[in-house]
């Protein structure tokens, strides 16, 4: 069974810091790359942070670059999202998926598998 779970989610304060972790199993976590994505109520699902685990690659969206670090450690088939100076706007659900396109593609259809999603509240 392919699995996805997100962990580490919470509420922190504007500045503050919170390290999300999505492990997987289920799948051969080496061909696939892990994005990260968000959805906050009334908004259209965005794409965060990609990786890719077979060579490292990753791709930032602009309006994380220099907060939010995206690490894997493919022998424990994890990724983990720390996200820094945090910022009420980046309130969301934060939810991980796997895809075999790499890490450039933000495009969900793009994406095979999610998890259930992890609630982050940053209050201002």
């Known amino acids: 069974e392919v699995q996805l779970v997100e962990s580490g989610g919470g509420l922190v304060q504007a500045g503050g810091s919170l390290r999300l972790s999505c492990t997987a199993s289920?799948?051969?976590?080496?061909?696939?790359?892990i994005g990260w994505f968000r959805q906050a109520p009334g908004k259209e699902r965005e794409g965060v942070a990609a990786?890719?685990?077979?060579?490292?690659?990753?791709n930032y969206a602009d309006s994380v670059k220099g907060r939010f670090t995206i690490s894997n450690d493919n022998a424990k088939n994890t990724v983990w999202l720390q996200m820094d100076s945090l910022k009420p706007e980046d309130t969301a659900v934060y939810y991980c998926?796997?895809?075999?396109?790499?890490?450039?593609?933000?495009?969900?259809?793009?994406?095979?598998?999610w998890g259930q999603g992890t609630q982050v509240t940053v209050s201002s």
């Open positions: 990786l890719s685990s077979s060579d490292g690659t990753t």
């Open positions: 998926a796997a895809t075999l396109y790499g890490a450039s593609t933000w495009h969900d259809y793009d994406y095979d598998y």
């Open positions: 289920g799948f051969i976590f080496d061909d696939y790359a």
